[in-house]
């Protein structure tokens, strides 16, 4: 029982693949956790793209948790590695930590989340989506949705990722700015979904009790929280995609199936898929080579606008 004990109590749960080192490049990776289909298959093509370049990796699931990232950057520092990747669970209270890594002169690589610091030369570069596109095409999406539709007052409600994520902020800035300009758009309420499907659930059945058919439109910052929002608006009588308009984020395989289904009118596609980025970074670094400090991904739209049976197989 004590082994079971220390096991889960362990702050976060580590992976360290070193044995197919062919570079001699260690990296150090802080994972936020195991939240969503988006996180799992970002970590799997971290670890992929990290066996397929021959680098070592020491990777640390933080379970959400911003302590056990820190602790885990620490653990890296202490270990002496080449390079520093991690994707912050929030955007404040790194600075600390990011002063020991450049005393030790290691290199920090952001991956898919930012930071908001004041000190400048804490990280190297951004490896991650536009979010605040993303909030923009899916506005662009409903107030097409609308035109077609000839709607004159849409009412949404918003479910927010993990608050103070640079995600949630600026999926919410990027949708809130475009339909600002639009007077037939009102935001009846918005609330802190965390990106975790039972807290979408959750804020539904709150919507729904608060709102009912009031509700025209749902705009989820990502597809776990979309799909744990459907089943509330079908239990209090409504038709999801149809009676009122579903948009989400991340574009994993089952919200694409949920869109054919037609429950989800539109997925913004943020992609997992960042790790060859990373390690092609990483060498450069270590090289000592000079790396461009924002990398964006090229993503797409899904929606009810296109033939979603040509949607092929999403790898997560
Ligand atoms: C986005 C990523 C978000 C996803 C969620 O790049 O940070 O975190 O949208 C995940 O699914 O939890």
């Known amino acids: 029982m004590t082994v079971l004990l220390a096991a889960v109590m362990l702050p976060g749960c580590k992976k360290e693949k070193e044995e197919n080192n062919q570079t001699g490049l260690v990296l150090g990776f802080s994972q936020i956790g195991s939240e969503s289909a988006w996180r799992i298959g970002n970590t799997k093509d971290i670890e992929e793209q990290a066996e397929a370049y021959g680098i070592g990796l020491r990777l640390e699931n933080a379970n959400q948790k911003q302590d056990n990232q820190i602790a885990a950057i620490r653990r890296f520092i202490a270990y002496r590695v080449d390079v520093i990747a991690f994707s912050p669970v929030v955007e404040e209270g790194w600075d600390n930590v ?44 409903l107030i097409r949705k609308a035109d077609r539709l000839g709607l004159e007052h849409v009412n949404i409600v918003e479910i927010g990722g993990t608050e103070n994520s640079t995600p949630m902020r600026q999926r919410q800035a990027g949708f809130m700015d475009t339909i600002a300009g639009d007077s037939r758009m009102h935001v009846l309420e918005s609330i802190d979904g965390d990106f975790l499907k039972s807290r979408g659930e959750e804020c539904m059945r709150y919507y729904m009790e608060k709102y009912g058919e009031q509700i025209d439109v749902v705009f989820s910052h990502n597809d776990e929280m979309t799909i744990g929002a459907i089943p509330e608006i079908e239990k209090a009588g409504f038709k999801p995609g149809k009676d009122i308009i579903i948009i989400s984020i991340d574009g994993g395989q089952e919200a694409i199936n949920v869109l054919k289904e037609g429950k989800i009118n539109c997925v913004v596609e943020c992609t997992p898929k960042l790790g060859k980025e990373l390690m092609e970074t990483a060498l450069k670094l270590k090289k000592g080579e000079t790396v461009d400090p924002v990398i964006h991904p090229v993503e797409q739209v899904f929606s009810d606008e296109m033939n979603v049976s040509q949607i092929g197989p999403r790898g997560y």
């Open 98 to 141: 990011l002063m020991e890594a450049k005393e030790a002169g290691i290199p920090i690589i952001l991956v898919d989340r930012d930071i908001n610091t004041e000190q400048e030369g804490l990280t190297t570069c951004l490896i991650g989506a536009d979010f605040y596109r993303e909030g923009v095409q899916a506005a662009e999406y």
